[in-house]
Every structure is written in structure tokens, then in C-alpha cells.
């Protein structure tokens, strides 16, 4: 059952957004778009992004659907709300290559995003990225606690991994991917 005192913010492609606050429940559901969980322990400031495409657009440069802009404005974001860039862990998710026959593009999606942490000095707390099945992903940004559900369309089966112990409400009803 869905605990009635959580405020459920849901991220969609090219999409970020950052809280401090203890009820809120950031949620996305992933195929081979990454998302981004930054958190500032000290500060319990939280922020999630979802992008599509690894690195830049080379036609905008500032296009929220590629990874370098979310991040950008991930980071950006947090900083704004009072973290501090030095204490910033981070979690990335995602990167699956849920099509077959398609492009490798999770995997592009999830080296851009660890590169992007590594170069940025932050640390890496969880990594769950690849494979062939879609995720949906459950942040508390006060807390920086993550849960990962994984889905198979084919099997209509959730494989539930709990990557710090959260205390997040079991999903009702239909999934779907993009």
C-alpha cells in the first residue's frame, strides 16, 4: 500500500528535479535512458535527472534529452538548493539494451554517465546499469536511499533489488517502457 504522507515526483525524459524535503519520492522508469541520483548526505538535498542520449547535442549544445546538458542542470540544481559539490554521491541506472536489433545506446548512455561522475570528482555509490530488461527506479532525496525494480515486458515480472534499505511503498498496476 502506498504510504498517503509521500509526494511521488515522476521524471521523464529530458527532466530533473531536486528536493530537500523528507516526504518526497522522486520515480522514473528507464529503458536505455540513464538516470542520475546526486545526493549531499550533510545537507539530505537529493536530485535526479533522465537523459537519452549520451554527451552533447551537436546541433543545440544545450539540449535536455543528452546527457551532458541533464547533468549540467542536475548538478546546477543542487548547488542552487544548498548542496555541496564535494560532498556529492551519486547513483546511476538505467542503460539497458531493452530492443533487440537496435543500437548499443544504454551502454553509450550508462559510460557517459560514469565518466561524467569520475571526471567530476564525485562519489560513485551504486551503479545498476545494462543488461535487457527496463527498470523503474524510486529515490528519497532527503535520505538517498534508491530502489530498482526490474521489468521484463515479456514475462510481466518485476525482479525487486533494494540498493540501500528503503522503506518505499510496492508498485500497483501497469508498467510501461520507453
Known amino acids: 500500500m502506498r504510504d498517503p504522507n509521500r509526494n511521488v515526483i515522476h521524471v521523464i525524459q529530458g527532466q530533473f528535479h531536486v528536493s530537500g524535503r523528507p516526504q518526497d519520492e522522486i520515480t522514473t522508469v528507464l529503458g536505455s535512458c540513464v538516470a542520475v541520483c546526486l545526493h549531499d548526505p550533510l545537507n539530505r538535498i537529493g536530485g535526479m535527472n533522465h537523459f537519452l542520449l549520451p554527451g552533447n547535442d551537436p546541433r543545440e549544445g544545450r539540449n535536455v534529452k543528452y546527457g551532458a546538458h541533464s547533468m549540467e542542470q542536475l ?3 543542487m ?3 544548498g548542496a555541496q559539490r564535494y560532498r556529492l554521491e551519486a547513483h546511476v541506472f538505467g542503460g539497458g539494451n531493452v530492443v533487440k536489433g537496435l ?3 544504454g551502454d553509450s548512455n550508462a559510460a557517459f554517465a560514469r565518466e561524467f561522475i569520475q571526471q567530476e570528482g564525485f562519489v560513485l555509490r551504486t551503479v545498476d546499469v545494462g543488461g535487457t530488461l527496463g527498470r523503474r527506479l524510486r529515490f528519497l532525496p532527503y535520505t538517498g536511499q534508491t530502489r ?3 521489468l521484463d515486458p515479456s514475462l510481466q515480472e518485476i525482479q525487486r533489488s533494494e540498493r540501500r534499505p528503503a522503506t518505499v511503498p510496492r508498485p500497483v498496476g501497469a508498467v510501461e517502457l520507453f
Open 75 to 77: 548538478v546546477n540544481g
Open 79 to 81: 548547488l542552487r538548493a
Open 103 to 105: 543500437s548499443r545506446i
Open 148 to 150: 530498482v525494480e526490474k
